[in-house]
């Protein structure tokens, strides 16, 4: 199997740290980037503003990290859209994205939603998948996409833009953590957001995807594919433990984001050895 070929190398998208801080993606969104780039978060965070334009009112969507910078940036793009912030929605836990929701939902008075009602809070709401919520003045699809983590959501808008968190990022693959993450589930929610037909994915982290977002879906379900003959062809080789396979498979990938690497892989050894193809005995792994 050779290796996918990703789309998005002939597309025009900024470059690593280009990435405008606020940008007006469609009538419907605002984003901005938040001031927390690193290997694993790209760019820094992505938070999104939704709401009907001349409405005054606008839903955030992943907070981000509770830093004053970002604040102030999100306040002078409600201000821009002469918005308040009337819902904060949350498309999983981790704190890049959690962060600042109960904090920043308290300041505006605006409930907090999301399907973990820890993210949520005791006043907040716990989202159900395929529920449609009317809230500034346009509707937004809960869409259910398990797979990165056992809670992640995406959201579908009436553009047909879909906000996708971390289950597809603007460069590069996402990652299947371990042990909450489970990659059969991530491979159903890769297909379901491709059948939805989206008009443009509005990613967690990195540029937003609008060129041919369905080829980008296809990409990452093929990455995954891949991954997998690349594991089994490195127990051929003699690869007996998952340090020893990550070192094979990601060789070409920065350090830094190894421990991510062997999140992947132990997830991915764990579908494998659902389907029978390898066997898993703590760090050690073998063909059966
Ligand atoms: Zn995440």
Do not use: I
């Not at 965070?45 to 839903?59: D, E, F, I, R, W």
């Not at 981790?94 to 008075?109: I, N, Q």
């Not at 990613?203 to 041919?212: K, R």
């Not at 977002?213 to 080789?237: I, K, N, T, W």
């Amino acid at each position: 199997m050779s290796t996918p070929a990703d789309p998005r190398t002939t597309w025009d998208l900024p470059a690593p740290g280009a990435m405008p801080r606020t940008a007006d993606l469609e009538p419907l969104v605002t984003r901005v980037l938040a001031p927390n780039p690193s290997p694993m978060t790209l760019d820094g965070t992505n938070t999104y503003l939704v709401g009907g334009p001349g409405s005054g009112q606008a839903v955030l969507v992943d907070p981000g990290p509770d830093d004053p910078a970002h604040l102030a940036a999100v306040e002078a793009a409600l201000a821009a859209r002469d918005a308040r912030c009337v819902a904060v929605l949350v498309t999983h836990h981790h704190g890049d994205h959690a962060e600042a929701a109960l904090p920043w939902g308290a300041r505006f008075g605006a409930q907090v939603a999301a399907a973990d009602v820890r993210v949520a809070g005791p006043d907040g709401r716990v989202l159900e998948p395929g529920v449609r919520l009317a809230l500034a003045a346009t509707m937004l699809d809960v869409v259910p996409t398990p797979g990165h983590t056992a809670d992640h959501l995406a959201f579908r808008l009436e553009s047909g833009a879909v906000l996708v968190g971390d289950h597809v990022l603007g460069r590069g693959t996402s990652v299947v953590t371990h042990p909450e993450g489970d990659v059969l589930a991530y491979l159903d929610s890769l297909r379901r957001v491709h059948d939805l037909g989206p008009s443009a994915l509005y990613c967690g982290h990195g540029p937003e995807l609008t060129e041919d977002p369905g080829a980008v879906l296809d990409f990452y379900l093929a990455h995954r594919a891949f991954r997998e003959s690349q594991l089994l062809a490195a127990m051929v080789r003699g690869a007996r433990t998952v340090d020893e396979l990550v070192a094979d498979v990601y060789a070409e990938v920065p350090r830094e984001v190894w421990p991510a690497a062997a999140q992947s892989t132990r997830a991915t050894l764990a579908k494998l050895a659902a389907e029978g193809h390898v066997v898993v005995e703590g760090d050690r792994v073998r063909l059966p």
